[in-house]
């Protein structure tokens, strides 16, 4: 049974760029969380997708968008690359019964470069 | 605003000592907590949770936590550690109702030492 998938491992971008990080979620699930984990700090929630559309946001600006495809496999794009981007950005799948309760397993994670 | 503190940012222990990692949050309403750990070059894993009932959670590998409403705590402990439990351990909230996203604190990094 495979677990998250992230796609690649490592990432160096300069600033400005654009960048595409993939998640294949956990066999059986069908929602995907992204997370944004900077240097010394906790995971912080990006945004959810479930039936390939956005039901939950946090507080990140629209350069960061993401995509479901149908067979709820997952991607974080993000634009105009800043310094402050740099950073591990984790997924996260659960199945959809949209409850809190929802026991999310995480991927290995992208870790993204800016210089 | 929601939010997750965890008191002691490195925590050195020798094997076999006891350890008490804190976690206190602030958070509207009913909630649920978690705390997940890291091992050294592994993805985050679900170490234990809380939703609702008997206040002491048990969870893998020995932990267990706490909840205890009035002091807004989720302390994790476990009686004896090994030196496999060096990891980074993250405690999280969310909302009990609806589907609301996790909240996460720093994090403890948690060296153990023969």
């Known amino acids: 049974d495979a677990g998250v998938t992230q796609s690649p491992t490592h990432l160096i971008k300069t600033r400005g760029q654009q960048v595409t990080l993939r998640c294949s979620p956990k066999s059986g699930h069908d929602t995907v969380s992204w997370y944004q984990q900077a240097l010394g700090q906790g995971p912080q929630f990006i945004f959810q997708?479930?039936?390939?559309?956005?039901?939950q946001r946090g507080n990140f600006p629209d350069r960061f968008s993401g995509h479901q495809f149908p067979n709820y496999s997952s991607e974080l794009n993000v634009n105009a690359l800043l310094l402050g981007d740099s950073a591990l950005y984790l997924c996260?799948?659960?199945?959809?019964?949209?409850?809190?309760?929802?026991?999310?397993?995480f991927g290995p994670g992208t870790r993204l470069t800016v210089l | 605003a929601q939010s997750v503190s965890q008191h002691n940012h490195h925590v050195i222990l020798s094997e076999a000592a006891s350890l008490e990692l804190g976690c206190n949050y602030s958070y509207g309403g009913t909630v649920n907590l978690f705390w997940y750990v890291q091992y050294p070059g592994q993805h985050l894993q679900l170490l234990l949770k809380y939703f609702s009932g008997d206040p002491l959670v048990k969870g893998i590998k020995g932990f267990e936590a706490e909840f205890i409403k009035s002091k807004f705590s989720f302390n994790l402990r476990k009686p004896s550690v090994q030196w496999s439990d060096t990891a980074e351990y993250f405690c999280a909230v969310n909302g009990h109702s609806g589907n609301t996203p996790l909240v996460f604190g720093k994090g403890t990094r948690l060296s153990v030492i023969a």
């Open positions: 997708y479930y039936e390939e559309e956005e039901r």
């Open positions: 996260a799948s659960s199945l959809g019964t949209g409850l809190s309760t929802d026991t999310q397993y």
